[in-house]
């Protein structure tokens, strides 16, 4: 299971091996008496019996750094119990878009991924499968630098959103630069793979489990700050107080979860989802009065989703009923993605 921790599956091998040279080679330093009670040129029992025990720890620990830790587990997800909610912002929310129209849906049960996805796991798609992403092919993404998001060669998902290549210390930050169309093949990979169903969360799913449960602006009442989400705090939401500009992602559970146990639901990096994007689309649900399981299928509109906000975000759109949408090959430094499990 990849946690926060992710880069010390990276650095242990070389780390054991190091501190196992260290321990073995006690005994036969200068002034060491465990060596230099006998002659050097016999080994005693004592010595055969440390060093054997040396070569078969040594020998242990490397077969259990070289087994491949399990992409997912139970733990990775949370269990979002089934329920209704109204979708959308009610008339009087502040920096709401009319695209935001209330409305009442009513979801089965679902899992969500506690996190983005990340780096490190994004890389065992690719090791497995090839680099195929749209970045890759195309040869080049957006990226923000001096202020401004340009169109850079040669960047991809190995890349932060100035697109500079990623050291490992960053591989449990979230993934960017991946198109809807990368986020879609990763989850049937991964479905292939494990034999389970995984795909990105519709709309509707997405918004219930950043919600859990409020009916506020943010999930963390009426106001965000940027010691709970990673946006552009130089655009407090209301002219709340200022806060952090990070200019760039940071890990995939930084901050404290919301009340179902989701990290980054607000900022961090936009979040691709399954529908369609449709201007009037919820329009269309609210005359149908409640609607279940929805989800915008109509090919009219080629654009996908994207909610959340990120990192490079006024607050405002990071609220629990903000939308954006992008074609489904765009990518850049401030798009990402989540999975959701279908058991």
Avoid at 7 to 13: S, Y
Avoid at 185 to 209: D, N, R, V
Avoid at 228 to 233: K, V
Wanted: charge should be neutral.
């Amino acid at each position: 299971m990849i946690k926060n921790d992710i880069i010390r599956m990276f650095e242990q091998p070389a780390i054991i091996a190091e501190a196992l040279v260290g321990v073995a080679a006690l005994p036969f330093q200068r002034g060491n008496r465990f060596l230099f009670e006998q002659k050097r040129h016999k080994f005693s029992l004592i010595r055969r019996l440390y060093l054997g025990f040396i070569v078969f720890f040594m020998l242990f620990l490397v077969a259990g750094c070289a087994k491949e830790k399990p992409l997912y587990c139970v733990d990775d997800f949370v269990k979002i119990p089934a329920g209704e909610f109204m979708m959308g912002s009610p008339d009087g929310e502040a920096e709401r878009e009319k695209n935001e129209t209330e409305h009442r849906v009513k979801l089965s049960e679902f899992f969500m991924a506690r996190h983005e996805v990340s780096v490190a796991e994004f890389s065992r798609f690719i090791a497995e499968k090839g680099d195929s992403t749209d970045a890759t092919k195309d040869g080049w993404s957006f990226v923000y630098k001096d202020g401004k998001w340009t169109q850079q060669e040669g960047v991809n998902w190995r890349c932060d959103p100035a697109g500079n290549i990623r050291p490992l210390s960053e591989y449990h930050h979230p993934v960017v630069h991946v198109s809807w169309n990368d986020a879609d093949t990763y989850c049937k990979w991964l479905s292939s793979k494990i034999g389970k169903t995984f795909q990105l969360p519709t709309e509707a799913e997405w918004e219930y489990a950043c919600r859990a449960g409020t009916i506020t602006s943010f999930a963390t009442g009426s106001n965000l700050t940027t010691d709970q989400a990673n946006y552009d705090g130089n655009y407090p939401y209301k002219g709340n107080t200022r806060g952090e500009f990070r200019c760039t992602t940071v890990p995939v559970n930084y901050f404290a979860p919301n009340d179902w146990g989701l990290y980054n639901m607000h900022g961090n990096v936009w979040e691709w989802c399954r529908d369609r994007y449709g201007e009037k689309y919820y329009e269309a649900c609210m005359v149908q009065g409640v609607v279940e399981n929805p989800e915008n299928t109509d090919e009219s509109s080629s654009r996908r989703v994207l909610r959340g906000g990120c990192w490079g975000s006024y607050a405002g759109y990071c609220r629990s009923a903000s939308r954006s949408d992008y074609p489904p090959g765009l990518r850049g430094g401030s798009v990402g993605f989540r999975l959701v499990f279908v058991p």
